[in-house]
C-alpha cells in the first residue's frame, strides 16, 4: 500500500539540460504518487574537475546550473501546491568542487554591490567524497591542512515555473523556489511548492555533498547526485513561498535582499502557516514563534538572499495540514528504500 | 588553584541601574580573575507584570534595558581584550514577561522601516517559568493553548564603552557589545570584548529566559537574572567585534544593517580569526568556512541587527589564542559550581 | 539628410499588448533609423477612469503595465547598444489616474517587506490634464484643496529583451531597462540599452504625465501617450545598465535592492563610461564625479529600485561616443517636429 | 528692527573643537535671536595640504570633523525645535582638498559593508579656490583634465545632542542631525533640529566648497569655513528628524540603512509636516508629495546614509508653521548682510 503510483527514472543526457524555471518544455508528465529516480549535474556541468578549471574558464555564463527537468505534474494546477519528498540524494561521484568565482560571493563586491575593487583571485579546491565513511575531505592550498567532516547532502536548486508569465534563470530564488541554496533541502524532507502554471513544470538540480549556512563564497561542495523524490499534489491549498516540512520541524524560505526581508518573508510565512493550521491567532502565533523559531541563514551570495524560519512541530499545537502528505511520501520511500536494501541483500548472498 | 582572584557580590538596587554603554561612573573596580555574583533587572525594570502593563503605559523610554554595571577592570586598556565567563544563569523570578511594542519588531513597521500604517495592537503574555523542571509555559490570550518549553537562559546584554569618544543607548548593539540578543549567550560561554577606553568598563543586562532566533516580535521571555562570570583580560590583543568561544565553537557576531552586512561582518571577523589563530590563508579559511559556518540569527529587531557566525572547533586546525582564556575561566566557574554544591550538600545534611 | 529610414506608425488594439520583457513574439521589424509614431496605453490597460475604480476591483494581476511592442530591430545582436530617441512624449488623454495599492509603495509593508499590519485603504484620484497650459491639476480627496502642476511627461518603462534566458515581468526593472519609473525618461533624451538578444524587442509603456522622485506612493499620474522616437544601433558597444544621454548630461540608471545598491550600480557605471570614453582614470574620474554628480532618485517602490547618476557633460573632458548618435538622431525628431509644425500651419491657412 | 539679539563671534583655537554631538561641555550661551560668526576648520583638522598627506598618515581617528562648539541655547527644553538660519557660509581659504579613505566611501567595501578585498589606493586632490570668480577648480592625477567648477559652499556637519542619553562621534548623521552632508545645508536655507537636552548644544563643522549627491567617495571638496547664522528656538514644537526650509522648499532629512529607510524616513516625515501644516489628510499628502517630490540623496557614506525629500512650497495648501521664522531670521541675516556691505563701501572710498 506504500507504493508510488509509478516510478519513473530519468538520466539527462548533456544536450537535456534547462537553465531556467519556466520557459522550457517539459521533458516528461508523471503522475501526482509517482517516485523518480533522478540524476543531477553539479551546477557547473560537470566540467571544473581539477584546480586549473577556472570557472571564468571552463565555463559559459549563463550555462550555470543545469537542471533535470521540467516535468509536467498531471492535473497542477496554479492554485495548487506542489510536495517533492526527497528520499535520498547522493553524491554520484567521488568528489566535489567548489571555487571562488569573480564578483560573486558575500565577502567581494559584486555587479550588485559594485565597488571599484578588483575582484579576489579565482581558486578551485577539488574535495574528496567517500560514501561509505559518509565523509568529505578538504584539502588546504596554502598549508598542510587537510580535515575530513560529514557529508549532508542537498539540492541547492528545486524549484517550478514562476508565477506573472516571467522565466528565472536557475541561478535565482524566489517564490517559485529555484536557487534556494538551503542545507535544509535534504533527504527525509518534503518541500511544498505554490502552482503558477498548468503541470507546475518542476525541476531540480544544485546537489552540494555540504554547504555552510549563507554559502558565504558562492560555492558549496558541488557534485553530481542520484537523487530519488516522490511527489504529490495538494489540489485547492497554495504557498505563497516554498516551505519543507521534516519529520520535527516546519519551515519557511523567503528570498529576497537585502537579507532583512528575506527574514521578515520567512517569519510572516511561517507565522500564517502555524495560526492557519494550528489554531492560533497572528498575534499569539508572532509571541510563540518569537520564543521558538530557528532561523538559519540559506544563502547570501544569490540574486535574492535566502533566509529560514523553522519551528520545532511538537511546540505548535494542532498538525500542519501538510503531514499528512509528508507522512504518505516517507512512507513511500522507506518502501522503496527497503525494497533496495533487500535487493541488495540478495544480490550479496 | 581554580580559586578566582576574589569574588565580589552586587546586587544593585533601584537608583543603581545606567541605560548606556560609556557615560557612567564605575559602580566597582575589579582585578582580571574576578568572579562576580550580579543581579540583574528585566529590560522593562520590572514593570511589566500583568497583561495590563503595556510598556506605553508603565515604561518610560529611555529607561528600558537597566545595565548592571558598569565595572572598571583594573589594568584593561584600549587594545587590550575582555573575557567574561557565564558561569551561570539563573531567572530570579518565577516568571517573565514578553510583549508587543508599538512600532518596534521585525513583523511591523518601526520609526526607521516607516510607513503610513498604525502600529500592531499592544499585548503582554506572562510566562510561567519552573526552575526546577527548567521550563517557560506560553499560555495564549485567543485561544486555550498552552505549551511547555525548556527554558535556554541568555543576557541580550554584554558590553564595554564604546570607541569614538561614544556613548551609546543600552538598546543598542554595535561593536563594543551592547544589546546583541543572541541565544548564544549562554551559560558556560566566554565572550571576548575589544577594549575601547580604560577600565573596558562593562555591564550586563537584559536576561531572557529563552528567544527565538532574530528576537522576532523584538522582545524575548524577559526576566531578573541572578549571574556569576569570572573576567579576566587579554592584554596586546584587540577584537574588532564582539566573540563567543563554547566547549566547542568559534562564533563572532557582527552588528550593522542591513542584516546582509552584518552578516559579512561576522563572517569575515571569523575567517580572520580562524586564519591568524589556527594558520589558515585567508582563501582557504574562505573555502573551508563557506562548507561548515552555521549562522544563526541574532536579533533583527534592534537599532543595529545581529548576525552570528559560528565554527566548530574541532573542524579547524591549530588552537585559537583565547582557548587557554576559555578553558582556565571555566575551571574557575567550576570549582566554584563544586563548592556551591558541595555547600548545598552540607546543608540539606 | 535629417529624414528617418522610414516612418512606423503602431497603435496596438487590445488584444496587442505583451506584459513582458522577453518571452513574445515581436509585432513588427524595424531598421535602424526608423522613426516610430506609437500609442501607449497606461499601466492600469485604461480601466481605472472613476474614484471607484480601484485597482483591487477592476485590474487583473499580473496584466498590468501594458507593453507597446517588441519590436525586433534589424542586425541587432547581442553585444551592441539599442538607441532610442524621444521626440516627444504627448498624453493621449486630458485625465490621468492615480492610485494606493494594497501592499505596494514606500510608505506601506508590501509582500516583501511583510510585516503584520493590514495594507492602507484603497484610493483613487483622478487628475485633470490640460496640454494646452501643459498642466495636471490635483484635486483632494479629504480638503478642498486643487493644486495645478506642470506635466513632465515620460515614459516609466522602456526596455529590451533580458540577458540569462530571462523573461521579466512589465513591473521589473533591471539591467534590460523596464520598469526603471524614472523622471529622466523624457522627450528629447536618448536611451541606450544593451542588447541581449537578436533583434533587441524592445518595448514600451506606462506614461506618467508627471512623476516625484522615487514614486513613493507606486503609482504616477498615469495617462495613455502618444510618443514619437527615433531608433538606433550602435553595433559592438555594450552597456551593461540603462543609460540616457539629454543635451546637457550623461545619465546611468542602475536597478537593485537594497537602494544603496543601485546607488553604487549608477555611480560605477557612469563613472567607467566617464573614464572610458573621456579619458579620465578611474580614481580622477572617482573624485571628479564625487563633487559633481546628481543623483536623483527614480524608484522606490518596484521590484528593484532605481537610482541615478548624472553628470553635466560640459563638466567632464572629452566626448562620449554615445553624443554622436544623440544629436543625429535629435537632428532626425527636429526634422520631423517641423515638418509636423509646417504641415499644421499649412491645415490652419 | 531686524536686529539680530546680539552678535557673538567665535574662532575656536586647536584646542578648542569638539568631536561628537553631546558629552562637550557648552562653550558658550547664546539667546536666541543671537547672530553667530564662526569659524570652522575642516574634517581633517587642516592637516591634508598636499598630495603627500594621506589621511592615514596625518589624521588621527577619531579625531576628525572637528566641531565649532557647542552652544547652549537659552531657554531650550526636549520639545523645542532649534532653528539655525545660514546667512553666509564662505571658504576660509583659497584651496580645499579632497581624499580616497581606505575601506570608506560609496564604491569600496568598508568596515561594515565587509569584503575580503585590498582597499583601494590612497589618493589626495588638492582643489583651487577662487571666491572672485565662485569657483573651484579640479586638477587630474592621471592626466592633462583641468576643470572649473562652480562652487556651493555647504556645511556637512550641523547638529544638536541627541536623544536618550547617547553622545554620537561628528562622522555620524542621525535625528540629531550630525554628518548629513547634505549639499541643501548652504546659506539662505534655516535647518531646525528638534532639541533632546537642556539647552540644545549645537554646533556645526565640515565645510565642503562643493559635494556631489551622495558623497561618493566619502569626502568633498573639504574646507575651512567662515560662516554666519542666526539663531532661534521655537517653543513647543518639535522635530522628529531634521529639516531644511529654502524661500521656496521644505525638505526632512531622513539618516538610517539600508538607503530605502532614509527615504521613507525623509519621505514620512515632509508628509506629516505638510499634512499638519498644510491641512491635508495624510493619503492627500501622500498622494501629492507622490507626484511632485524631489528626492536628492545627501550622503551613500556615512555611518547612516542620508536621503532628502523635498517639496515646492507653492505646490503644497496653506504656509508651514516654521516659514515665519525663516523669513524673520532671513530678515535678520539680511540686515547684517547689507550692514557688512555698507561699511565695505565705506572702507574702499
Redesign the interface.
Known amino acids: 500500500m506504500n507504493r508510488p503510483a509509478e516510478i519513473f527514472r530519468y538520466h539527462p543526457g548533456p544536450e537535456d539540460f534547462v ?2 524555471f ?2 522550457a518544455a517539459a521533458k516528461a508528465t508523471v503522475r501526482p504518487g509517482t517516485l523518480l529516480e533522478l540524476f543531477t549535474e553539479d551546477c557547473f556541468g560537470g566540467v571544473v574537475r581539477s584546480k586549473d578549471d577556472l570557472v571564468s574558464l571552463v565555463c559559459n555564463f ?1 550555462f550555470l546550473n543545469p537542471q533535470t527537468g521540467p516535468f509536467h505534474v498531471e492535473g497542477a494546477e496554479p492554485g495548487d501546491t506542489l510536495a517533492i519528498h526527497f528520499v535520498s540524494i547522493e553524491p554520484a561521484r567521488d568528489w566535489g568542487a ?1 571555487t ?1 568565482v569573480p564578483l560573486f560571493g ?4 559584486t ?11 579565482e ?1 578551485v ?1 577539488i574535495w574528496a567524497l567517500d560514501l561509505d565513511t559518509r565523509t568529505c575531505t ?1 584539502t ?4 598542510a ?1 587537510r ?1 575530513e ?1 560529514p557529508i549532508d547532502p542537498m539540492h541547492g536548486t528545486v524549484g517550478v515555473a514562476p ?7 536557475a ?1 535565482v530564488p524566489d517564490a517559485h523556489g529555484g536557487n534556494l541554496d538551503s542545507p535544509e533541502m535534504r533527504a527525509g524532507v518534503t518541500c511544498f511548492l505554490g502552482v503558477s502554471v498548468e503541470g507546475a513544470l518542476f525541476s531540480l538540480g544544485d546537489g552540494h555533498a ?12 558541488e557534485t553530481a547526485m542520484n537523487t530519488v523524490i516522490v511527489i504529490d499534489l495538494i489540489k485547492g491549498r497554495s504557498a505563497p513561498w516554498p516551505r519543507i516540512e521534516s519529520d520535527t520541524h516546519l519551515m519557511s524560505l ?1 528570498s ?6 528575506a ?3 520567512a ?3 511561517l ?1 500564517r502557516w502555524v495560526a492557519q493550521d494550528c ?6 502565533a ?12 540559506a544563502n ?1 551570495c544569490d540574486t535574492n ?1 535566502t ?1 529560514v524560519a523553522k519551528v520545532r512541530k511538537s ?3 494542532g498538525r500542519s495540514a501538510t503531514t499528512e502528505t509528508h507522512e504518505r511520501l516517507k512512507a513511500i520511500g522507506a518502501a522503496y528504500l527497503a525494497d533496495l536494501a533487500a535487493a541488495a541483500g540478495k544480490e550479496t548472498e
Chains 1, 2, 3, 4 share one sequence.
Not at 555587479?111 to 583571485?121: I, N
Request: with cysteine; hydrophobic share 40%.
Open positions: 537553465w531556467t519556466g520557459g549563463p567548489s571562488t558575500a565577502l567581494t563586491s555587479v550588485h554591490t559594485a565597488t571599484l575593487q578588483p575582484p579576489l583571485p581558486r579546491w578538504f588546504a592550498h596554502d598549508s591542512h580535515v567532516l508565477a506573472n508569465l516571467e522565466v528565472r534563470s541561478l555540504r554547504q555552510g549556512e549563507g554559502e558565504t563564497c558562492g560555492v558549496a561542495v523567503g529576497a535582499r537585502p537579507l532583512e526581508d527574514f521578515r518573508i517569519q510572516l510565512d507565522l489554531g492560533l491567532s497572528e498575534l499569539d508572532y509571541q510563540l514563534l518569537s520564543q521558538v523559531v530557528e532561523s538559519p541563514i547570501v538572499y533566509s511546540w505548535v499545537p
